[in-house]
C-alpha cells in the first residue's frame, strides 16, 4: 500500500495511485468533509462545496507567516465514484490543473484512489513535480544559512 | 541540470526501460540483450548508447566481450527525483487512512 506515481518522460499529465485499507466510502467521505480534508491536507478549508459547478478555498500559513491559497472549481462529483475538479495555485506562475479523482472498490473493503493530473504543458507538469524536490533542497540551504548566521552572531 | 535531463530522455523510451529491467539481475552483452528484442540489432545497439551516454548503463570489458550492466548510482537519481513528490502525497496519504479507520459520521 504505497502511492505510485506514473509520469512518463514527455507527457503533461501523471497519475498517482493509491490503495487504502478503507471502504470507497470513507475514502470518499475523506475528501469531502472539510474537517477531515483539513487534516490529511494539512491546510484550512475556506469554501468546500463538493457538488457540480462547486468550488473549493484553502489556506496555509507556512512556518515564515506567508499566506498561501489553493483553489478551483468542481465540475463532477459522483458519490463514492469520482470527483472531476480544477486546482490552482493562487498567485503563482502556475498554471491551473485538470484533477480527475476515481475512487474504486477492491475486495475485502479495501480501496484504490487513482488521480490523473493534467497539467497546461510538459514543463508545467515537470515543474510541478520537482516542486517538492526543490523546496527539501531549499529547506536544506535555509537552514545551512540559519546555521550560519548563528555563528556569526 | 543537463545531466539530469539527459537521465531522463534516457528512461522516456520503452524498449530502453525493458533493457534497464533486464540487465538489475545481471550484467549482459549485447547480443545477450539484444536476443530478448524483435528490433534489429543497430536499433538495440543505439538504445544502448543512448543508455550509455546518459551513464545509465555502464560498460564492462570481460575478455573479448563488452557486458553492460546497471549504474546504480545513476538510477537513484531518476528516482530520488520524483520522490519527494512521492512522498509529499505518501505523508498526506497516511493521514488519510488514519483518520478514517476511526472516523464517526456526522449526525
Known sequence: ?153 | MNLRRDVFQGIADPTRRAILLLVTTQAMTAGAIAANFDSARPTVSKHLQILTECELLKQQPNGREIYYHLNLKKMKEVAGFIEPFRKMWEDRFVKLEQLMKVYKPKK
Open chain 1, 1 to 153: 500500500m504505497k502511492t505510485e506515481i506514473i509520469a512518463e518522460e514527455g507527457r503533461q499529465d501523471l497519475h498517482i495511485i493509491r490503495e487504502f485499507d478503507l471502504p470507497t466510502e470513507l475514502l470518499y467521505t475523506a475528501f469531502i468533509e472539510p474537517e477531515i480534508v483539513e487534516q490529511w491536507m494539512g491546510t484550512k478549508v475556506i469554501k468546500l462545496d463538493p457538488a457540480r459547478h462547486g468550488s473549493y478555498q484553502f489556506e496555509t500559513t507556512d512556518p515564515r507567516g506567508s499566506v498561501h491559497r489553493f483553489s478551483g472549481t468542481i465540475h463532477e462529483v459522483e458519490s463514492n465514484k469520482k470527483i472531476t475538479r480544477t486546482f490552482e495555485m493562487e498567485n503563482t506562475p502556475f498554471p491551473v490543473q485538470l484533477e480527475f479523482l476515481s475512487f474504486d472498490p477492491l475486495p475485502d473493503h479495501k480501496s484504490r484512489l487513482t488521480m490523473h493530473v493534467i497539467y497546461k504543458s510538459v514543463t508545467d507538469r515537470d515543474n510541478m513535480l520537482r516542486l517538492p524536490f526543490e523546496q527539501g533542497i531549499n529547506m536544506a540551504h535555509n537552514r545551512l544559512q540559519e546555521i550560519f548566521n548563528n555563528k556569526k552572531n
